[in-house]
């Protein structure tokens, strides 16, 4: 099957129109190879056929499936830990600082692949809350990728996942079992698994009252419009005062001027005003 220029316009605008995510020229190799795998197995006798599958199948079904294989999902524990050490010592204090009496902590990880980034921050609530048996933790953790939501919600990992995890955490919170290791069952059943489509206005408002945001390395794959509307989002799901994290190379700066920005520790911070 080959997909021309003309198809291939045709499937990364839908998947734009449904998703944010945006794939250029470059791209098209890569794009290509996963529309082509889809198609051999939905038995397609071309690229447009399958096209009209993608766009006008029941519920949607091709369409995530086709998004399940587009989507990269590149992380492990306490992965940038410059940046958590800062969340956990510089910023995570003062937040608790201004809850006074209220005990309680949400958290949002979009974008959240495999599970590992949500499972890690529940940890660090563990270690660095004064008698976190006193606190009320809320970690909803989302993707759009339902196949890696599978996969987080079992929290069985290869050993690559977990090598930066420190040992006596690895000893705490995880089981070994033969060459995998298994989140232990009172961090699974902290977190909760959410699929969540970032353009979709109405889940994204379905989600309030957050202490902490964390997207990181997940708005490099949209253009500013996209990026524009994300942010908007966020910030309206976050509680005066809170805090969103984003990867090293992501700003908001000539996106959105609704965040406070500040230098916490070594992290740049993004916080909704109080």
């Not at 399958?50 to 199948?57: D, N, T």
């Not at 959105?256 to 230098?263: D, E, G, M, N």
Request: proline share 3%.
């Amino acid at each position: 099957m080959i997909l021309s220029d003309e198809v291939f316009d045709k499937f990364i605008k839908l998947i734009y129109k449904r998703t944010g995510l945006y794939y250029e020229n470059n791209k098209k190799y890569f794009v290509q190879k996963r529309i082509e795998k889809r198609a051999e197995l939905m038995e397609m006798e071309n690229l447009n056929e399958y096209f009209r599958l993608v766009k006008f199948g029941v519920d949607s079904f091709e369409f995530y499936k086709l998004i399940n294989d587009l989507t990269v999902n590149e992380t492990y524990f306490f992965r940038d830990f410059p940046q958590l050490r800062n969340f956990a010592e510089d910023v995570l204090p003062i937040v608790t600082k201004d809850k006074g009496n209220s005990k309680k902590i949400k958290i949002w990880c979009a974008a959240c692949a495999t599970g590992e980034e949500p499972y890690t921050l529940f940890i660090i609530l563990q270690e660095m809350l004064d008698k976190p048996e006193e606190w009320e933790i809320q970690i909803i953790a989302s993707d759009i990728n339902t196949e890696v939501l599978q996969s987080a919600k079992r929290g069985i990992y290869e050993s690559r996942a977990i090598k930066d995890v420190p040992p006596e955490y690895l000893e705490k919170y995880f089981t070994k079992r033969k060459e995998k290791y298994l989140v232990n069952l009172n961090v699974r059943k902290s977190v909760t698994f959410k699929r969540i489509n970032l353009m979709d206005e109405y889940e994204m408002n379905n989600i309030d009252g957050c202490d902490f945001i964390f997207c990181r390395n997940c708005l490099i794959y949209f253009d500013d419009e996209s990026r524009r509307n994300v942010l908007a989002s966020f910030y309206e799901s976050l509680n005066p005062g809170g805090f969103m994290f984003l990867g090293h190379s992501e700003s908001v700066g000539r996106i959105s001027s609704a965040y406070k920005v500040k230098r916490i520790g070594d992290t740049i911070t993004y916080s909704r005003p109080k």
